[in-house]
């Protein structure tokens, strides 16, 4: 059974920061593009940052040089380290991994954990 299971979310005050985890059951962790998305109130679900399996990162424009994506194969945990945060950036957070095979593709997502920026 595929688990994603994500930690780390929170209430924390503007300028402040956190660390989002997101651990991974039951797939072979090391072939699948790891993402982070959000989703706030009223608004559709949104890429936050993304690392590929050879660490190629990319960033939405919102979080660039605040956010930072990780991942530790060993672990089979990914991360998102998150600075400088914002109210803009309440929201909940959700951990997807997928891969695509010559023949067939995989997608998996988290259940999602909040993180409320707010002084």
């Known amino acids: 059974q595929v688990q994603l299971v994500e930690s780390g979310g929170g209430l924390v005050q503007p300028g402040g920061s956190l660390r989002l985890s997101c651990a991974a059951a039951?797939?072979?962790?090391?072939?699948?593009?790891m993402g982070w998305y959000r989703q706030a109130p009223g608004k559709q679900r949104e890429l936050v940052a993304s690392?590929?399996?050879?660490?190629?990162?990319n960033y939405a424009d919102a979080v660039k040089g605040r956010f930072t994506i990780s991942r530790d194969s060993a672990k089979n945990t990914g991360y998102l380290q998150m600075n400088s945060l914002k109210p803009e950036d309440t929201a909940v957070y959700y951990c997807?991994?997928?891969?695509?095979?010559?023949?067939?593709?995989?997608?998996?997502w988290g259940q999602g954990t909040q993180v409320t920026v707010s002084s």
């Open positions: 997807n991994a997928a891969v695509k095979l010559p023949k067939t593709s995989y997608d998996y």
């Open positions: 690392i590929t399996t050879s660490g190629i990162t």
């Open positions: 039951g797939i072979i962790f090391n072939i699948y593009t």
